[in-house]
């Protein structure tokens, strides 16, 4: 049980004191910022996994023959002779026309008619998604071998080379925000120790009473634990509560992010259910540390 | 006299003919500093009215702690109800706590419960059902006087009024031990007298009674009482055999 059954008479015996101490205002912040913490670290992390899912098995063939026409030739030749090899999901040629739009957002010239861009040499790229699961260190060396056959001089470009680090530094900033959660979450037992220690020492006289009268530990602990608890509980609820309204506000506002990187960010159904169950975890955490705090330190009262 | 709570204790009774209450070669200190009480031996015999005298700071208070088994001693042995309360575990002490009522001189109420629920206090942590403690909680308002204000809080109560309900409070799981802290210490000599005839009433139903106080003129009120004497932390008439006054005229 949560938060413990108690007489309502036995509850009578500490003062109807709510909401009236830092307590549950502190823990309301707490919640709020581990939630928050909770939702970057799921979105991050399920970010860099589809970023590294998409680039793990993706190569970039870069061919720079000098002649345009040949360049085009071995490129065709090599989507050609990949798309039927069993090792390779899909290859595709990127047009020119492609390259070129790419090319004109960075000159300002998006038409795609700046005639100094049109004079560029531009290489032909291939494009080709291996087979997920494969060797890969094998897939690329045939590859290589049927890239040297079509496109003598071509240059392989794995996207992990350079995406990876991308995903990486995603990856690290998913395990910050998890420990700052686990941060907070520490953060969220020290007060409720403080406050059940407080409360302690500000009943002590009762609690003296109670022990003088045959009350027992448990008895005297679940008094204060339900009080603390429910407090928690409040602080929980409140804090949570800001933290959906934020967590919405911001889906809402993502939900208009389509492309890029900033596209593949979502909590996803597991994440959307750890983020309920945390403030139920935490009221738990709560429920037992103060009941661990107060047992402790009852044992020391004769 | 209300009966009540009767069903609450754990500890067996002390044996036929034994002592309820027996302290040999006790010592008490607290930290590093001296003994605060030194070679404290004496016996307490079932039924009996004590009272303990001493000078303030003799040490009545810490003996009194050790009875009613909110302190351990230093040193010596202890037994109550025929039990070994020194080496006892923590978690057999609240079953032998039921069977003590303590009064404190600052009758230390609940504040925030009425009368009413200060009394019920004992009965309440013992488990006993709301139905079954209505009937001693009024019968025991009554005994004190104080049905009238049954709901009144302690802050909006006299000082005797307070230390009647506190005595209520002690009393009213029937306990086998009574201890009382200075009880008259904050009350007027005819409200001192009349508390005094309660205990007096307790102890013909077979409770044993402890008083500290240094009233002299409260110990030649009762007939039959023993008088212990601590002078700078030692019992100076162990026995309990001294009899003050020997005859009540």
């Known amino acids: 049980m949560i938060i413990p059954r108690v007489p309502v008479q036995h509850r009578r015996l500490l003062p109807d004191r709510r909401l009236t101490g830092p307590t549950p205002w502190v823990i309301a912040i707490l919640m709020m910022l581990t939630l928050l913490a909770a939702a970057a670290g799921i ?230 259910a750890l983020l309920l169950a945390l403030p139920l975890l935490a009221i738990a955490l709560a429920a037992l540390t103060a009941r661990q705090t107060l047992l402790a330190a009852l044992k020391k009262i004769l | 006299m209300p009966r009540a709570g009767d069903a609450m204790t754990d500890a067996a009774p002390p044996r036929p003919g034994g002592a309820m209450v027996e302290f040999s070669g006790v010592g008490l200190r607290y930290g590093p500093d001296a003994e605060i009480l030194s070679d404290i031996s004496f016996n307490l015999q079932p039924g009996s009215f004590y009272f303990l005298t001493g000078a303030s700071g003799a040490g009545k208070t810490s003996l009194l702690r050790m009875l009613y088994l909110a302190q351990r001693p230093s040193r010596g042995i202890v037994r109550l109800f025929g039990e070994d309360l020194v080496a006892m575990p923590r978690h057999r002490l609240p079953g032998f706590r039921r069977r003590i009522g303590v009064v404190f001189q600052d009758f230390r109420l609940i504040p925030h419960l009425s009368a009413r629920d200060n009394i019920a206090l004992p009965l309440r942590i013992a488990g006993v059902s709301e139905e079954d403690l209505a009937g001693p909680v009024g019968e025991m308002l009554s005994w004190i006087g104080l049905s009238a204000r049954a709901d009144a809080f302690p802050p909006t109560l006299s000082g005797g009024e307070q230390q009647r309900v506190a005595i209520a409070r002690a009393v009213i799981a029937r306990p086998q031990l009574l201890v009382a802290d200075e009880p008259t210490g904050n009350v007027d000599p005819d409200m001192a007298m009349r508390l005094l005839g309660l205990f007096e009433a307790l102890n013909r139903l077979g409770t044993t009674v402890v008083v500290a106080t240094h009233d002299i003129h409260l110990i030649s009120r009762i007939d039959n009482a023993q008088m212990m004497r601590l002078e700078k932390g030692r019992l100076s008439d162990p026995t309990g055999a001294l009899r003050y006054p020997p005859n009540r005229a």
């Open chain 1, 43 to 272: 979105g991050l992390a399920r970010s860099a996994n589809a970023i590294g899912d998409a680039i793990a098995g993706r190569v970039t063939v870069q061919i720079v023959t000098a002649n345009p026409v040949a360049r085009a030739a071995q490129a065709a030749a090599l989507r050609r002779r990949a798309a039927g090899e069993p090792y390779v999901r899909a290859a595709r040629a990127v047009e020119q026309d492609e390259l070129l739009a790419t090319l004109g957002q960075w000159f300002g010239s998006e038409g795609g008619d700046d005639p100094v861009l049109k004079s560029l040499p531009l290489p032909a790229l291939v494009d080709i998604d291996f087979v997920g699961g494969g060797d890969r260190a094998g897939q690329m060396a045939r590859l290589r071998a049927l890239v040297s056959a079509e496109a003598p001089g071509a240059r392989i470009i794995p996207h992990a080379e350079w995406l990876g680090p991308v995903a990486r530094l995603i990856r690290s900033l998913a395990w910050v925000a998890g420990g700052l959660v686990l941060l907070m979450i520490a953060a969220s037992a020290a007060v409720v120790i403080m406050t059940a220690r407080a409360a302690l020492g500000t009943h002590y006289a009762t609690i003296e009473m109670l022990h003088l009268i045959g009350a027992t530990d448990r008895q005297i602990a679940r008094l204060f634990q339900r009080r603390i608890a429910i407090d928690t509980a409040y602080g929980i609820a409140l804090g949570s509560a800001v933290a959906a309204a934020i967590l919405l506000l911001i889906g809402w506002q993502w939900s208009g992010v389509t492309a890029g990187l900033a596209a593949t960010a979502s909590l996803g159904p597991a994440g959307w």
